[in-house]
């Protein structure tokens, strides 16, 4: 089992930055990637950008160029760096890890709210 905790959530004003940070602890061995999804009200959860062990990232087109992703071995902890902030990024956000490919480990997610 892998256990993934979520923090660095809040309010932000349109054009801010958060940081955002995902614990991993159990069996992270069999980890091979990271995620970050979101969901807002009334949407389906999407994919926000992930990060394989080897540090390749992947992003969603509404993201590109803002968010950025990170990973420290040393801590087992993944980032999501947030930068101009928009309204429509406003979502819980939750991490998500990998193995074999599929995203089956959740966080209890963190509510990112952005003001216009």
């Known amino acids: 089992q892998v256990q993934l905790v979520e923090s660095g959530g809040g309010l932000v004003q349109a054009g801010g930055s958060l940081r955002l940070s995902c614990a991993a602890s159990g069996s992270i061995f069999s980890i091979n990637a990271m995620g970050w999804y979101r969901q807002a009200p009334g949407k389906q959860r999407e994919l926000v950008g992930s990060?394989?062990?080897?540090?390749?990232?992947n992003y969603a087109d509404s993201v590109k160029g803002r968010f950025t992703i990170s990973r420290d071995n040393v801590k087992n902890t993944v980032y999501l760096q947030m930068n101009s902030l928009k309204p429509e990024d406003t979502a819980v956000y939750y991490c998500?890890?990998?193995?074999?490919?599929?995203?089956?480990?959740w966080g209890q997610g963190t509510q990112v709210t952005v003001s216009s």
């Open positions: 998500a890890a990998a193995r074999g490919g599929t995203f089956g480990s």
């Open positions: 990060i394989t062990n080897g540090g390749r990232t």
